[in-house]
């Protein structure tokens, strides 16, 4: 019920050469016969309720000169505009009216602020009014930013349910209970229920949201004001109902859940490292066996990368590794395996040999590597702009030739802001970091790859 294949970057590695790196894509695909297996969704919404929701985040027809004090701040009064949350009431009611759900599809709300309330337990879709009238309490609310909190309330629910589970969190602000939130996101990881994460304007923390996607093989995503005239690969406000109704989108067609990978080497070979690179891109947590990968979407291919480091070995062909994997198909009650594949080989002294690479495998290995340059010109942006500015250019070559337009405009829109206030943004950096995760393009023939130095350069193949 699962098509797999696995290919490494070099079939031929030089021998008695020690430290060399091996980049292993791996492709799983539904089979057609479970394509049309719809799994019955779970989704728990989990909505920040602080005060700062109020915030008006579309242009509005008309200002007041009014304004309206609410947890301590001040938000003014216009007409004709929305605020953060009239735009999640307004999602949920155009998800609960939409052809993508299904009457046994079940649904439920929590907010948090201060602290953490099931507004709705889990309800089948079909009893819209319950629903509706729940999403529309949510503007009852507000105080502080408690997301652990909210989080635990979500999965205290999810635990006791089946078929596909999903959380869909919505923050606009730092949370309170960080040690709280990693917590919940380890119970969530282990019972591979993936995470939707949306961060609303600039207060939220970045590294913290990606490693909630990261850790639960989930999505992130930046919404940005539409008062700010964000441009791609960030979401404008008003765009945030539709972001959501895609999310569930997709849930329908991950009919394929709970990926697990087992990774069996030979002496002295390491794995290093495994992330998914299409359709979005994830770190996945290595320390938790089997290595969770999260779902598959029927129709097309997830990919993985697999990063092994490799002792010297003589002139010979050799397997170094066996990868296995376990699925369930919610759709059709089934549990299945992928009997163990063997990654095999050769060493020679042929340096011509040696040096073929496999390009599609190459242009994962780099569109993988575009979010560590973003990553760490984010960091030198603090204290070194012209250093930042190199490695930003870096990767905007790679984007360029990935063909990847999205990151390339967005890359050069930082470059421009970085050159002239010599620091990014904290808008700009979560527009990179969310874009290098989420702006994945299908890897395909014939693209123009880096050259030799470059590969060596940046990923010490």
């Given at each position: 019920m699962l098509e797999v294949s696995v290919q490494p970057h070099r079939e031929y590695l030089t021998a008695n050469?020690?430290?060399?790196?091996?980049?292993?894509?791996?492709?799983?695909?539904?089979?057609?016969?479970?394509?049309?297996?719809?799994?019955?969704?779970?989704?728990?919404?989990?909505?920040?309720?602080?005060?700062?929701?109020?915030?008006?985040?579309?242009?509005?027809?008309?200002?007041?000169?009014?304004?309206?004090?609410?947890?301590?701040?001040?938000?003014?009064?216009?007409?004709?505009?929305?605020?953060?949350?009239?735009?999640?009431?307004?999602?949920?009611?155009?998800?609960?009216?939409?052809?993508?759900?299904?009457?046994?599809?079940?649904?439920?709300?929590?907010?948090?602020?201060?602290?953490?309330?099931?507004?709705?337990?889990?309800?089948?879709?079909?009893?819209?009014?319950?629903?509706?009238?729940?999403?529309?309490?949510?503007?009852?609310y507000s105080g502080g930013t408690h997301m652990g909190a909210g989080m635990q309330e979500a999965m205290r629910l999810l635990e006791n349910e089946t078929g596909s589970r999903r959380l869909i969190l919505l923050t606009d602000g730092n949370t309170f209970d960080e040690a709280l939130v990693e917590q919940v996101t380890a119970q969530l990881a282990q019972a591979r229920i993936p995470v939707t994460a949306i961060g609303v304007g600039d207060e939220w923390n970045d590294d913290l949201l990606a490693d909630i996607t990261d850790r639960t093989q989930g999505k992130p995503f930046h919404v940005v004001p539409d008062t700010q005239h964000p441009q791609p690969p960030s979401l404008r406000a008003t765009e945030l109902p539709q972001a959501i109704l895609g999310e569930l989108q997709h849930a329908a067609l991950e009919v394929v859940t709970n990926l697990g990978l087992a990774v069996r080497t030979v002496k002295d070979v390491s794995l290093d490292r495994v992330t998914r690179v299409y359709p979005t891109q994830t770190e996945v947590d290595r320390s938790v066996t089997p290595h969770p990968l999260g779902n598959?979407?029927?129709?097309?291919?997830?990919?993985?990368?697999?990063?092994?480091?490799?002792?010297?070995?003589?002139?010979?062909?050799?397997?170094?590794?066996q990868v296995g994997l376990t699925y369930e198909v919610p759709g059709k009650g089934y549990r299945g395996e992928v009997p163990p594949l063997d990654v095999v080989v050769e060493f020679t002294t042929n340096e011509s040999m040696a040096a073929r690479i496999d390009p599609q495998v190459m242009q994962w290995v780099q569109q993988r590597n575009i979010e560590m340059l973003v990553k760490q010109a984010t960091v030198e942006a603090r204290t070194d702009p012209a250093k930042a500015a190199k490695t930003l250019e870096l990767a905007r070559n790679m984007t360029v030739k990935l063909g990847n337009s999205a990151m390339t405009q967005a890359l050069d829109r930082a470059m421009g802001e970085l050159k002239g206030s010599k620091t990014l943004s904290l808008g700009t950096q979560k527009t990179l970091k969310i874009g290098a995760k989420t702006q994945t393009l299908k890897a395909e023939p014939g693209s123009e790859l880096p050259s030799d130095e470059e590969i060596r350069k940046i990923t010490g193949a």
């Open positions: 050469q020690p430290g060399q790196k091996l980049f292993l894509a791996l492709k799983v695909r539904p089979a057609a016969e479970v394509a049309n297996a719809r799994p019955q969704l779970a989704v728990a919404f989990v909505v920040d309720t602080s005060g700062s929701m109020r915030e008006v985040v579309t242009e509005p027809t008309e200002r007041t000169g009014q304004s309206i004090r609410v947890d301590g701040k001040d938000y003014e009064v216009v007409r004709g505009a929305k605020s953060k949350m009239d735009l999640v009431v307004e999602a949920l009611q155009n998800l609960l009216n939409s052809p993508q759900l299904q009457p046994s599809d079940r649904l439920a709300l929590v907010k948090f602020d201060d602290d953490a309330r099931v507004v709705q337990p889990f309800t089948p879709a079909g009893e819209k009014v319950r629903l509706v009238s729940a999403a529309e309490r949510l503007t009852q598959a979407e029927a129709g097309d291919w997830t990919v993985y990368i697999l990063e092994f480091t490799l002792p010297a070995r003589p002139p010979s062909r050799i397997r170094l590794a």
